[in-house]
């Protein structure tokens, strides 16, 4: 009798605790508000400083083959470029498409990104000894020219969690995590 107890007991505080994260998730997003505005003509406000202040795109590439359901907004399979804004005190992910903002979705969490988080978890290119010595050398060009003023984009990685009832996006931009939740189905 006393060896079924302690099973019976962890199991309990697994599924508390489980449950608790779906609960959780279920105040998140019932709490978060959709965008109300519009922008105009579907232009990111930002877009003109971001282009001109970093030499490539600073936003991570995100593709889902899935439907992504937040609320009354549905985000069908495709391609999107994700941008962090912050629109009237709040924060917001921007789903763009060929160069206009497609969908707004709100961040339910902004939060610190841990410290040393970029490099265990972006992948590492690998080089041949050719790439290696081409890239040496364009450093050196590159270092001794005279530069265009552009930086190097902060950088970003896009994770995405599957949950019972929710998906998790998380969005990692430079200092800051952005977490969007969205629904598993319509209803």
């Known amino acids: 009798m006393k060896k079924l ?8 505080i697994c599924f508390g605790l489980s449950g608790f994260a779906d609960s959780d998730y279920d105040s998140l997003y019932d709490n978060a508000e959709t965008f109300k ?8 406000p930002y877009q ?31 391609y999107y470029l994700l941008t962090p804004r912050n629109l009237g005190g709040k924060d917001y992910i921007l789903f763009k ?9 709100p961040a339910v969490k ?3 990104t841990p410290l040393n988080f970029y490099e265990p978890n972006t992948p590492q290119i690998k080089k041949t000894a050719w790439q290696k010595f ?26 995405v969690e599957v949950e019972i009832k929710y998906i998790i996006l998380t969005l990692y931009y430079g200092d800051d995590k952005y977490t969007a939740l969205f629904k598993r189905s319509p209803y």
């Open 134 to 159: 081409a890239s040496g050398v364009r450093k050196k060009f590159y270092d001794t020219a005279k530069d265009s003023g552009r930086s190097t984009p902060p950088k970003s990685l896009v994770n």
């Open 37 to 44: 505005s519009k922008l105009y003509n579907n232009i990111d």
């Open 5 to 12: 107890i302690l099973p019976i007991l962890i199991c309990l």
């Open 97 to 105: 498409q060929n160069g206009k903002v497609a969908y707004i979705i």
């Open 48 to 78: 003109d400083e971001d282009i001109i202040r970093y030499a490539w795109s600073p936003y991570p590439l995100f593709r889902t083959s899935a439907d992504l359901f937040f609320k009354d907004i549905t985000i069908p399979p495709g």
């Open 110 to 112: 902004k939060e610190a």
